[in-house]
Antibody
């Protein structure tokens, strides 16, 4: 059974840092592009970042570029999102998601982890 | 950035009725369009990709159509478990963007 389990969320002060993790199981993790998508409370979905299977290619939304870093450890089947210089507007549930085989869409999502940036 | 606009924001439908949700792209995304369903407190689930292909395990009452800039998600006969928020998403551009969502509520 496929699983994605996020962790690492919590309350952090503006300007602080947090590292999110996403533990994957039930599929060949290293074969897939992985993504982070966030959702502010009561709001819609916003794509944040993607990383290819071997970790050599990344993309970021402009809103997080230079502050967030996506990475992976294929030996541990884990995806990460290092978030620095956090702002109040980064407050959201962060989902990791797996890209589908056949199309540029996300065919499996974790349950998300809440990040709250507040003083 | 390709802006995705969904309408209506809220759709009130009785169980058993048909629901038609719209999604418009600010520029052509060809058929690179997906639909997701999100229930309260849950992660999104993929319903439709390539504008009209149902994802694995998705019931036939869900159908997608359109190409270019205009897309439609149709739920032919609403079941109780279908009341949720629906998002469209384009993957034609490297910067994936979602619509703001349509909430389908019980009338």
């Amino acid at each position: 059974e496929m699983q994605l389990v996020e962790s690492g969320g919590g309350l952090v002060q503006p300007g602080g840092s947090l590292r999110l993790s996403c533990a994957a199981s039930g599929f060949t993790f290293s074969s897939y592009w992985m993504h982070w998508v966030r959702q502010a409370p009561g709001e819609g979905l916003v794509w944040v970042s993607r990383l290819n299977g071997d970790g050599s290619s990344t993309n970021y939304a402009d809103s997080v570029k230079g502050r967030f870093t996506i990475s992976r450890d294929n030996a541990k089947n884990t995806l990460y999102l290092q978030m620095n210089s956090l702002r109040a507007e980064d407050t959201a549930v962060y989902y990791c998601a797996k890209r589908a085989d056949a199309a540029g869409v996300l065919d499996f999502w974790g349950q998300g982890t809440l990040v709250t940036v507040s003083s | 950035e390709i802006v995705m606009t969904q309408s209506p924001a809220t759709l009130s439908v009785s169980p058993g009725e048909r629901a038609t949700l719209s999604c418009r792209a600010s520029q052509s995304v060809r058929s690179n369009l997906a639909w997701y369903q999100q229930k309260p407190g849950q992660a999104p689930t993929l319903l439709i990709y390539d504008a009209s292909t149902r994802a694995t395990g998705i019931p036939a009452r869900f159908s997608g159509s359109g190409s270019g800039t205009e897309f439609t998600l149709t739920i032919s006969s609403l079941q109780s478990e279908d009341f949720a928020v629906y998002y469209c998403q384009q993957c034609n551009d490297w910067f994936w963007t979602f619509g703001q969502g349509t909430k389908v509520e019980i009338k």
